[in-house]
């Protein structure tokens, strides 16, 4: 049993099966992690830093070449509690076309808990609450694909709860989502994460939503680059940079006033911007 994480993946080696003719490539090169229960934890890393293909260790979609990945101290590669760590463990991923079922909402949502086994009468009262908790109960009878993206994102992360995971993974839940969509499902998940202790970890690119994580995790080209709060990684600008990474705007514009010889904390958000900036204004009136 890992006393340290609800998931906790340690030296974890992955090369996918090469094409013909080629020799296989490790993405994650020796990846060691942990995740806490309740945490909610961001992670970044531009495209190809092996993101995603951590996401699919987290639940047994992909098991390890090297290394080891524990949900709850269960080991992933073994056959006979896959099913156990995909209770736990629920996968929303970047498109909700492509995962969305069926042509009832309510019947979408019930499709993980019917899988699972679930008693007709428990799944009805799950499909209820998942829909109340992702704030769609009212479009239970919809049609899926007349919702707009953050409505589907939102029953897709619903098929997830009705399931009752300890641990919700999102591979860039809002990267095809308008604003209005991405607050949605940002929203959500926030809410879920502080009302019902779910575990989140949030792949994303937006680093606004990397700054209201709990804990920030940095991939880059399969390693581990960084891991702190929030402050901690993104006031690094100038080794996130040479790794071809951002930071929010306004650590951007208090890390570049710091650079011209202004005093600048570093900023996350447009507010903490604003006050460090008043520092130099002319008092009003
Ligand atoms: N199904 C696959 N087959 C072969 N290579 C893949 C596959 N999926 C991803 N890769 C490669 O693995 C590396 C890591 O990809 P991925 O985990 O998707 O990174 P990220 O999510 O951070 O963009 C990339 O070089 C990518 O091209
Ligand atoms: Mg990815």
Redesign the pocket.
Known sequence: MSENGFISAKDVVFA????EGQTP?N??EGVSMEIRRGEFVALL????????????MFNAMLLPTGGKVFVEGMDTVDDAIVFEIRRRVGLVLQNPDNQLVASVVEEDVAFGPENLGVPPEEIRRRVDEALRAVGMYDFRLNAPYKLSGGQKQRIAIAGIIAMEPDCIVL??PTAMLDPQGRTEVLETIHRLNEEKGITIVL?THYMDEAVQAGRVIV?DG?HILMTGDPREVFSQVELLKQHQLDVPQATELTHRLRGMGFPMPCTLTAEECVEALAAYLPPVG
């Open positions: 996918y099966e090469p094409e490539r993405v994650l890393g531009h495209n190809g830093s092996g993101k995603s293909t951590m996401a699919k591979d860039e792949i991939m399969g």
